[in-house]
């Protein structure tokens, strides 16, 4: 058994910085259990309120988690943990399809020319420039979303996290899929908000599960309208007409809708936008143009919109010109707009050949639009390590999961049809290597 971490600290928040600084300096690793606060208590000499105090920071922060009689332990990837330290460690040899990541060749932010400025931009000018204002009206009103107030955020997390905190106050709880997007998981426990787990299918959020939701109580909804993460699930027209039929009930319910994927989703936009007063549309270009295009754009109701201005204003203030220009030359490009039809043909061709291939082995899998495939398995550590042994790393679906059962993520945006066969052989033994681990 590994020796444990001798948590120090006299006051409640020295405690918290000495497990989070483990917690950066590995000494303490994700899903390591935190000592019983009376136990820490009496080894500390300290009052046991203490020591809760402490935890609470801890929880408030999203360094850790609290599960009932599980105790608190540290969370998968805590959010005192920076990105690029939270991956897998990928032996050499080893294909990589645990990123989430477009394929690198397919980027027209490759190939882009970066536009000088035609004159140099000053304070005081509008957050959004014209140029961007006009190409997202267009495109934006011609998926049928309103585009009549307008934002730029640093990416679509980043749109998230600013409509959230304009809307919502820490504690309250927030509507969101599972297994669902791992970053806005670990957002929400940074924020001090309570996920409320809500179960995906093919065609979306169950109605039901959503409606569960909304009884409880629930302050904002968060939708991933196409290219779900890890399932794959776009909503379908039919869905979309039952959750806006259900949400236009729950007018005042904050209704988040993220579309990472457009251009590359390989499915067609069923918006939800607009069904409750306040509401948010956030289309990043991170996946059809480059995950460096720190750009989403945001629209929604005049107040949720105007919210995310005020706050943007007391931070950076606004998303760089020069980056919304890039963005506009980006889409208005032909050659560019030629490379991303061609990845959303790509992933949807190894997405089906992959599914079918797994079909034909007997093992069901998920994933009709965007980047990824998600496969339930028996067991997580047994797929990934079976799968890593014949030469795959996959991503653990305990990322992504709050109540549903195990899975693993299989990113194919950078798999051709020679690897189609080798893999999902690959993935049918990982699956049936835990029935005979257990004979
Ligand atoms: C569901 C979902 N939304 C959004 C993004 C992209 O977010 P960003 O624009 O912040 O890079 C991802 C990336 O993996 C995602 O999975």
Redesign the pocket.
């Known amino acids: 058994m590994p020796e444990q971490y001798l948590i120090r600290g006299a006051g409640s928040e020295a405690i918290a910085s000495d497990v989070e600084e483990a917690i950066s300096s590995g000494a303490l690793a994700p899903g390591a259990e935190l000592p019983p606060i009376r136990e820490l208590a009496t080894q500390l000499s300290v009052n046991a309120n203490t020591v809760a105090a402490a935890y609470r920071l801890l929880r408030e922060r999203g360094a850790v988690e609290t599960a009932g009689r599980r105790g608190t332990r540290v969370r998968d990837r805590p959010a005192t943990t920076p990105r690029s330290l939270r991956g897998l460690a990928v032996p050499p040899g080893v294909r990589d399809l645990s990123t989430?990541?477009p394929d690198p060749t397919l980027l027209p932010i490759a190939t882009a020319q970066l536009p000088l400025p035609g004159s140099p931009l000053l304070y005081g000018e509008p957050a959004v420039s014209p140029e961007l204002a006009e190409y997202a009206q267009a495109s934006l009103t011609a998926d049928g979303v309103s585009a009549e107030h307008l934002a730029v955020t640093?990416?679509?997390?980043?749109?998230?996290e600013r409509v959230l905190t304009a809307g919502l106050r820490p504690g309250d709880r927030v509507a969101v899929e599972d297994p669902?997007?791992?970053?806005?998981l670990d957002l929400l426990a940074a924020l001090g908000f309570s996920a409320e787990p809500v179960r995906v299918d093919d065609d979306g959020p169950l109605t039901a599960d959503v409606a569960r939701a909304l009884r409880r109580g629930v302050r904002a909804v968060v939708v991933?309208t196409r290219?779900?993460?890890?399932t794959g699930a776009a909503v379908s027209a039919a869905r979309a007409t039952e959750l806006r039929h259900l949400l236009a009930d729950h007018g005042d319910v904050l209704l988040v809708e993220?579309d990472?994927?457009a251009g590359i989703a390989g499915a067609p936009l069923h918006t939800l936008a607009g069904t409750t007063r306040h509401w948010a549309f956030?289309r990043?270009?991170?996946?059809a143009y480059g995950?460096d295009l720190?750009?989403?754009l945001l629209a929604g109701d005049r107040r949720t919109v105007d919210r995310v201005h005020g706050r943007l204003r007391l931070g950076p203030g606004w998303i760089s010109h020069l980056l919304q220009d890039l963005a506009v030359s980006l889409w208005r490009d032909k050659e560019s707009a030629r490379l991303v039809h061609k990845a959303e043909t790509v992933y949807t061709r190894n997405r089906e050949l992959l599914g079918a291939a797994l079909a034909d082995r007997g093992v069901t899998s998920y994933g009709r639009s965007?980047?990824n495939v998600w496969v339930p398995v028996p067991d997580e550590t047994v797929a990934i390590t079976r799968l890593l042994s014949a030469g795959w790393a996959a991503a653990p679906g305990t990322r992504f999961r709050i109540a549903t059962p195990p899975g693993i993520r299989i990113t194919v945006s950078s798999i051709d049809a020679d690897d189609i066969d080798p893999l999902a052989d690959a993935v049918t033994e990982a699956i049936h290597a835990v029935g005979r681990a257990s004979v």
């Open positions: 989430g990541n640093a990416g679509a997390l980043d749109g998230i669902g997007w791992a970053n806005l991933t290219a779900q993460n890890p993220d990472h994927c956030i990043s270009a991170a996946k995950p720190r750009l989403a965007g980047l």
